[in-house]
């Protein structure tokens, strides 16, 4: 009842502030509406108030939410204030189109993950992840401007933009699965060592136990707790493919949502958001229940033993080359100019005066990569750390924290991206503001899964009865077993964080020109990506450096780490 109630507040929240975006810009609706209708029609007066008469917008945003509301509980979303068509079937047919995405998705995003699982499967033991986070950190509009150009112009392959059949469906769902595959993988990862390491699995080998049901076993075992993830990670290829979306001219449901916002149709905008939201409530709702499937009445009778954790051995050269070379890239672009225009030397290729090539004004690519450094991985960690402590704060409070995050979760960065900007400006702040907004969600749902797991098992009831107190409990025992894994899982959503604010740059909503913003390197280079490749791929190698630095360094945090577990080598799978 209580998750019900949170996601209830939260859907009611999110669309009264999407319905007053107009008046949150500060400019004046009917103007913006007169412009999106009709860009050469003069704003006179008397076209402004013919506007604001016909749509009733002297009613205020209250009354036009009250009247919106009205017509919701009739199952009529308005009409568009552009084009004066119904809202509804826009809506519909955007979140077909969606759908039909999400799913090529998410079978990419499936057969990455798995094959970047597989190999801990057949030798049993972790690995840094650095492939992994490497391949989560490519933006993915780069991934899609690259299939454009490679698999759609040069080759001829598949289709370059619209929808008319499953061939238009092949390059975006290759854009979007690859990078959201390599983060589930990354994860599944991760958790699998520590299941293959319990004395389960030796007896099970011991007892002539095929290596099929041992993997399937062991799957279930560590797969509970990451199943809101993987939910959240199904509504994200929705509502947050509008990158793609743009580049490949699709009519999902994000790029509606952004059309709408951009000209302030609030009507379609608020269908948009929320038809989102259901979705992302809804896929929230199966994903608990998978979650509790998976358990079985070992939650509810309070037998969990989580996984001892298991420290990943990594090479301290591997972190050190990254970040030495890191270093040097940065350091030597910031001993040169990012501002200086020298249109006579315009896309160059990399030379020793300009190591990395010159982009479309004649800037030296190193330099801007250089001094971008700082602000872009600045602010990404600043708003990583964030997250990690909401996360852990919202996830000691599971029901409330999993309703909030289904919420959160549905909307794209974009949107929240456009409403931050409507109050604040298009902006470094604005966009940090805005992925802040919507950085915590799965690091909540994961700390809430592990506390929620952490709190029903054994050993705790073995705590209580000795008489400890709920405090000591929480400090000593619950903190420690949650704290590591969810700090691990936010390290490697550090590029990820990086690329939301990379990619609100790459719509116009982040850093504005001439700023060497990492995200307006990649925005500027998408036009020239055929001739001039290495100037575009210059901030997404970088990301992906940092990505690999990133998880390296985040293998030693296990290190020394223990969770204050008795008997936890006897654990057996849960719900086997």
């Known amino acids: 009842m209580r998750t019900a109630l949170t996601r209830a507040a939260g859907l009611a929240a999110v669309l009264a502030l999407v319905g007053l975006l107009p008046w949150l810009s500060g400019k004046d609706p009917a103007l913006s509406l007169l412009r ?90 972790g690995t840094a992840g650095a492939f992994g986070a ?43 699965g690859i990078p959201a595959g390599a983060l589930l993988g990354r994860l599944v990862a991760d958790a699998l060592p520590d299941a293959l390491d319990e004395r389960w699995v030796e007896l099970w080998r011991g007892a002539g136990v095929g290596r099929c049901a041992i993997t399937d076993a062991a799957l279930r075992r ?142 030296d690519v190193l330099a801007r990569l250089g001094h971008g450094a700082g602000s872009t991985v600045g602010t990404a960690a600043a708003v990583c750390l964030l997250g990690l402590v909401i996360g852990l704060a919202l996830g000691f409070l599971p029901n409330a924290a999993t309703g909030l995050a289904d919420v959160a979760n549905a909307l794209p960065p974009v949107i929240v991206g456009i409403l931050v900007a409507a109050a604040t400006g298009p902006g470094a702040g604005g966009a940090a503001l805005a992925v802040a907004l919507i950085s915590w969600p799965p690091l909540a749902a994961h700390a809430a899964a592990l506390t929620q797991e952490v709190r029903a098992s054994s050993f705790l009831s073995a705590q209580k009865a000795i008489g400890a107190s709920p405090a000591r409990i929480m400090v000593r025992h619950v903190l420690p077993s949650v704290a590591a894994p969810v700090a691990r899982h936010a390290v490697l959503r550090l590029p990820g964080i990086a690329l939301a604010l990379a990619s609100l740059g790459f719509l116009g909503l982040g850093a504005q020109p001439p700023s060497p913003d990492w995200g307006l390197l990649l925005d500027e280079s998408a036009d020239y990506i055929e001739r001039a490749p290495v100037a575009a791929l210059a901030p997404a190698v970088t990301l992906a450096l940092l990505a690999a630095l990133a998880v390296s360094l985040s293998a030693y945090t296990q290190r020394g780490r223990t969770r204050r577990t008795p008997v936890r080598k006897e654990a057996v799978p849960v719900a086997v």
């Open 36 to 125: 999106a209708r009709s860009a050469e029609q003069e704003p006179t007066a008397e076209a402004l108030n013919a506007i604001r008469d016909d749509l009733g917008l002297d009613a205020g945003p209250l009354g036009l939410l009250g009247h919106w509301a009205a017509g919701l509980i009739r199952g009529d979303l308005g009409v568009s204030w552009v084009s004066g068509a119904e809202v509804l079937p826009s809506v519909t047919a955007g979140l077909q189109v969606s759908l039909a995405l999400m799913g090529a998705s998410l079978a990419v995003a499936l057969l990455v993950g798995s094959a970047l699982a597989l190999p801990v499967l057949v030798r049993g033991r």
């Open 134 to 176: 490497m391949l989560a950190a490519v933006p993915e509009y780069l991934v899609a401007l690259l299939l454009l150009v490679v698999a759609g112009v040069w080759l001829g392959w598949f289709p370059t933009s619209g929808w008319a059949g499953p061939a238009h469906m092949v390059l975006p769902a290759l854009a979007l």
């Open 222 to 363: 560590v797969l509970p707790p990451l199943v809101p993830q993987f939910g959240m990670a199904a509504v994200g290829l929705t509502g947050g493919a509008v990158a793609v979306e743009t580049v490949f001219a699709v009519p999902g449901l994000g790029r509606t949502a952004l059309g709408a916002a951009r000209s302030q149709d609030l009507p379609l905008l608020q269908g948009a958001v929320l038809a989102l939201l259901a979705l992302g409530l809804l896929v929230g709702v199966v994903s608990a229940a998978v979650r509790a499937q998976l358990l079985g009445p070992a939650l509810r009778d309070a037998a969990l033993t989580l996984p001892a954790a298991r420290p990943v051995r990594v090479s301290p050269a591997v972190p050190v080359a990254l970040g030495t070379l890191l270093a040097g890239v940065t350091g030597w672009g910031l001993l040169r100019d990012p501002y200086v225009i020298d249109t006579t030397a315009r896309l160059t290729a990399p030379s020793w005066s300009h190591p990395l090539g010159t982009d479309a004004l004649g800037r």
